[in-house]
């Protein structure tokens, strides 16, 4: 006998030889989960409304009595009291008579139970007499030990690729580094929101490592030892993306030539990541947050949802509250989202950080090319300790790669560094101003000076740091209209970060102070 690869293959084939033999139309497997009973399997007519229903242990139900009686039972649907009728209210076949047998285990123990169901209005096609009862019977009791020791070997079949795959992540060392103290805030915030499982919602640049962070905290959370699948939001349609997330049915759109599970089915038990959330088309949004509300996905083109337990993280280096505001993100959904906030702060916040990283990224580099480890020279440092990175991590990552194969000896050198990396422009750049650098810097200066041989550099002189940063942050204002979110992203701030400094300064539209 061909090994059958999964467990709902055995189920399909099981069911399928019951109903044949018992000679019904309609049959179910359910098992008892958290509280409530699952269809795991669902064969006949009408099967896909049933397959994945979940019943509470609360309501009468057949495959609950049966479940918690370890007893077969057989009943007039509609007529037993334990007949759970309301399930069948949209369906076109109803059910006349039902048979339900207890799943058991080798040792006793009952773990779940299958249904067959006469569907015929004369229920002249299903056998009850004893006998042809008892042969079933004793067929399902020795097929559910196989069932069990079946779906059993593929859970350690799952944990052995689940262990593989941490292997993989640590032999590719997506290590977290740092020692600064804004890495640290950060690393312990991880940890606190790692114990729980609410949304994550992670905010920052691009390059910062969110998608690190989201790893991070699915690796110290309970559900450390379940999938973590990632999606990014930003790299495909809209309803393509909805069948990434949610799955659909055989036939509900062109090309769909088979079902598919959808992400959150899929990594039922573990983690997803939703990265680039806020590139998010606005119409899935609204499916997303009936996702988190209910924690119920429902297949394209299927007609019932089928419940999963993940947890949601999402990232994004959008200011949701501005996109809030462009009508371009739900507000309902942000708050939804944002129940543990993480900022990852940008490398140049992360200053003492830079050596470390530098020098972890080329170890590792030189160690996949196989070749022996290589330093910075101290000028070689101090250069690259002033340079702005404004790619963040991935920026420096990508450098170390470059450095690693360009530079000849086992000391890199200042000469082997790219020569924008020895001349960085400053970080205030005046380039193009609406409004010239001089006149809102020198208050008494009512018009652009005309000295095109002007130095740049002497409007620094006799200002304090928090009076340049001051006039800075109006400059830009000024240039972009009054256009915050425009503002601070050329100040390389987010959005709410260049907003509380203005109303650290008192700045407000009819300024008028410069």
């Given at each position: 006998m061909k090994w059958l690869s999964n467990p709902t293959e055995m189920l399909c084939l099981f069911l399928s030889a019951l109903l044949k033999l018992h000679n019904v139309e309609r049959g179910s497997i359910w098992v008892k989960d958290e509280g409530e009973y699952v269809c795991l399997e669902a064969s006949g007519r009408e099967s896909e409304k049933i397959k994945g229903l979940r019943i509470g242990a609360f309501r009468k139900s057949i495959v609950g009595w049966v479940i918690e009686n370890g007893q077969k039972a057989i009943a007039d649907a509609g007529v037993d009291e334990?007949?759970?009728?309301?399930?069948?209210?949209?369906?076109?076949?109803?059910?006349?008579?039902?048979?339900?047998?207890?799943?058991?285990?080798?040792?006793?123990?009952?773990?779940?139970?299958?249904?067959?169901?006469?569907?015929?209005?004369?229920?002249?096609?299903?056998?009850?007499?004893?006998?042809?009862?008892?042969?079933?019977?004793?067929?399902?009791?020795?097929?559910?030990?196989?069932?069990?020791?079946?779906?059993?070997?593929?859970?350690?079949?799952?944990?052995?690729?689940?262990?593989?795959?941490?292997?993989?992540?640590?032999?590719?060392?997506?290590?977290?580094?740092?020692?600064?103290?804004?890495?640290?805030?950060?690393?312990?915030?991880?940890?606190?929101?790692?114990?729980?499982?609410?949304?994550?919602?992670?905010?920052?640049?691009?390059?910062?490592?969110?998608?690190?962070?989201?790893?991070?905290?699915?690796r110290l959370s309970k559900r450390s030892g379940e999938k973590y699948l990632v999606q990014n939001c930003s790299t495909i349609p809209e309803h393509l993306l909805e069948s990434e997330l949610f799955g659909h049915k055989k036939g509900s759109f062109t090309g769909a030539i088979e079902s598919r599970k959808g992400l959150f089915e899929d990594a039922c038990g573990g983690t997803v990541f939703l990265d680039e959330i806020g590139d998010m088309p606005f119409g899935l949004q609204a499916k997303i947050l009936r996702f988190i509300q209910s924690g119920e996905v429902k297949p394209v083109g299927s007609t019932t949802t089928i419940k999963v337990n993940v947890r949601l993280i999402a990232a994004t280096n959008v200011d949701l509250k501005d996109a809030i505001q462009q009508k371009k993100f739900r507000e309902d959904l942000y708050y939804r989202l944002n129940v543990l906030p993480v900022s990852v702060p940008p490398l140049r916040y992360r200053q003492d950080d830079i050596e470390l990283l530098l020098d972890f990224f080329v170890k590792r580099q030189c160690k996949v090319l196989g070749i022996s480890s290589k330093t910075f020279s101290a000028e070689a440092l101090k250069t690259l300790l002033e340079y702005p990175w404004r790619g963040n991590i991935r920026e420096l990552e990508n450098f170390t790669k470059f450095i690693v194969v360009t530079s000849k000896g086992?000391?890199?050198?200042?000469?082997?560094?790219?020569?924008?990396?020895?001349?960085?422009?400053?970080?205030?750049?005046?380039?193009?101003?609406?409004?010239?650098?001089?006149?809102?810097?020198?208050?008494?200066?009512?018009?652009?000076?005309?000295?095109?041989?002007?130095?740049?550099?002497?409007?620094?002189?006799?200002?304090?740091?928090?009076?340049?940063?001051?006039?800075?942050?109006?400059?830009?204002?000024?240039?972009?209209?009054?256009?915050?979110?425009?503002?601070?992203?050329?100040?390389?701030?987010?959005?709410?970060?260049?907003?509380?400094?203005?109303?650290?300064?008192?700045?407000?539209?009819?300024?008028?102070?410069?």
């Amino acid at each position: 006998m061909k090994w059958l690869s999964n467990p709902t293959e055995m189920l399909c084939l099981f069911l399928s030889a019951l109903l044949k033999l018992h000679n019904v139309e309609r049959g179910s497997i359910w098992v008892k989960d958290e509280g409530e009973y699952v269809c795991l399997e669902a064969s006949g007519r009408e099967s896909e409304k049933i397959k994945g229903l979940r019943i509470g242990a609360f309501r009468k139900s057949i495959v609950g009595w049966v479940i918690e009686n370890g007893q077969k039972a057989i009943a007039d649907a509609g007529v037993d009291e334990r007949h759970y009728f309301e399930i069948e209210n949209d369906f076109e076949v109803k059910s006349k008579v039902i048979l339900c047998f207890p799943l058991i285990l080798e040792a006793g123990e009952v773990y779940g139970a299958i249904q067959l169901i006469e569907t015929s209005s004369t229920k002249e096609q299903i056998h009850t007499d004893e006998s042809h009862i008892a042969l079933i019977e004793n067929i399902i009791n020795i097929c559910s030990i196989a069932i069990s020791k079946h779906m059993a070997c593929s859970v350690e079949s799952q944990k052995t690729k689940e262990l593989k795959r941490t292997i993989e992540q640590l032999t590719e060392q997506n290590i977290i580094v740092g020692k600064s103290k804004n890495f640290l805030d950060l690393m312990h915030t991880v940890e606190s929101y790692a114990q729980t499982d609410f949304p994550v919602l992670i905010t920052g640049e691009s390059g910062t490592g969110k998608e690190l962070i989201a790893r991070q905290i699915h690796r110290l959370s309970k559900r450390s030892g379940e999938k973590y699948l990632v999606q990014n939001c930003s790299t495909i349609p809209e309803h393509l993306l909805e069948s990434e997330l949610f799955g659909h049915k055989k036939g509900s759109f062109t090309g769909a030539i088979e079902s598919r599970k959808g992400l959150f089915e899929d990594a039922c038990g573990g983690t997803v990541f939703l990265d680039e959330i806020g590139d998010m088309p606005f119409g899935l949004q609204a499916k997303i947050l009936r996702f988190i509300q209910s924690g119920e996905v429902k297949p394209v083109g299927s007609t019932t949802t089928i419940k999963v337990n993940v947890r949601l993280i999402a990232a994004t280096n959008v200011d949701l509250k501005d996109a809030i505001q462009q009508k371009k993100f739900r507000e309902d959904l942000y708050y939804r989202l944002n129940v543990l906030p993480v900022s990852v702060p940008p490398l140049r916040y992360r200053q003492d950080d830079i050596e470390l990283l530098l020098d972890f990224f080329v170890k590792r580099q030189c160690k996949v090319l196989g070749i022996s480890s290589k330093t910075f020279s101290a000028e070689a440092l101090k250069t690259l300790l002033e340079y702005p990175w404004r790619g963040n991590i991935r920026e420096l990552e990508n450098f170390t790669k470059f450095i690693v194969v360009t530079s000849k000896g086992d000391v890199i050198t200042i000469s082997d560094l790219p020569e924008h990396m020895k001349t960085p422009q400053l970080f205030i750049d005046f380039s193009k101003p609406t409004i010239q650098p001089d006149t809102i810097l020198n208050p008494q200066l009512n018009h652009p000076s005309t000295d095109n041989t002007l130095d740049n550099t002497r409007i620094f002189d006799k200002y304090a740091w928090r009076e340049l940063e001051e006039r800075y942050a109006l400059y830009l204002l000024e240039k972009y209209r009054w256009n915050i979110s425009k503002a601070a992203e050329h100040a390389r701030l987010n959005r709410s970060t260049f907003d509380s400094k203005l109303k650290k300064f008192g700045l407000r539209r009819n300024h008028s102070n410069f």
